[in-house]
């Protein structure tokens, strides 16, 4: 079975601080490894995934098989990063999504 | 290009009652997902379509859920009977086909059970 875990349901954190928000993963094979957010009142979007290495309005995140985490980072935090932050999964033959629980991300003035 | 549109955006009701949830996904999107999200918790996968064909609907609960999306394009989402537990908001999704894709989620439908 897939599982993803995010142990924090609420981060807060200073404007100009770093900010990293956890994700570890359980699954057998490859996975596919996203994250994705939802600002207040908008429909939740991607953010980014591992497969692209990219790095999205300052966010960065690494897939660390060894220690099954994919933590989202982004060195000087913003007021605008304030959202809800969901890790998730896609592994196996089907493609829908094994979501994490979420972790509210509040960046203070 | 235009988003996936889920209607009604709310909707309360009885236990014991049936309700319907209507999505449009974008055009051209072979695939097409439902998510149940129940308060403080991620998005649960519930049926998963390609074209008109079901891939995956091992978390639906199929004593009271059903799902159809006829023509492969709209999809609709039905409780019948309601349960307390229902209470959520369910989404929809759709992606083109492909492992390398993003699924693009629509506003979501609120579904209050009382």
């Known amino acids: 079975a897939q599982r993803v875990t995010q142990p924090e349901k609420l981060l807060s954190v200073f404007k100009g601080a770093p900010v990293e928000l956890k994700c570890n993963y359980s699954?057998?094979?490859?996975?596919?490894l996203f994250w994705y957010v939802q600002y207040s009142r908008q429909r939740l979007q991607l953010l980014l995934r591992?497969?692209s290495r990219e790095s999205i309005k300052g966010f960065t995140a690494d897939l660390n098989k060894g220690e099954t985490s994919f933590h989202l980072k982004k060195p000087f935090a913003q007021e605008e990063d304030s959202a809800m932050y969901y890790c998730a999964l896609r592994g196996g033959g089907a493609d829908g999504l094994t979501f994490g629980k979420g972790t509210h991300l509040i960046i203070q003035p | 290009e235009a988003g996936v549109a889920q209607s009604p955006r709310y909707k309360i009701i009885e236990k014991r009652q049936s309700v319907a949830f209507w999505c449009n996904p974008i055009?051209?999107?072979?695939?097409l997902y439902w998510y149940q999200q129940i308060l403080g918790q991620g998005p649960k996968l519930l049926i998963q379509?390609?074209?008109?064909?079901?891939?995956?609907d091992s978390q639906l609960p199929k004593d009271r859920f059903s799902a159809e999306r006829l023509k492969g394009v709209d999809s609709t989402l039905k409780i019948q009977p309601a349960k307390l537990e229902d209470s959520a908001v369910y989404l929809c999704?759709?992606?083109?086909?492909?492992?390398?894709?993003?699924?693009?989620f629509g506003q979501g439908t609120r579904l209050t059970v009382v």
């Open positions: 379509f390609q074209n008109n064909g079901v891939v995956d």
């Open positions: 055009s051209g999107h072979a695939t």
């Open positions: 699954y057998s094979g490859s996975p596919e």
């Open positions: 999704a759709s992606s083109s086909v492909g492992r390398d894709t993003e699924a693009f």
């Open positions: 591992h497969i």
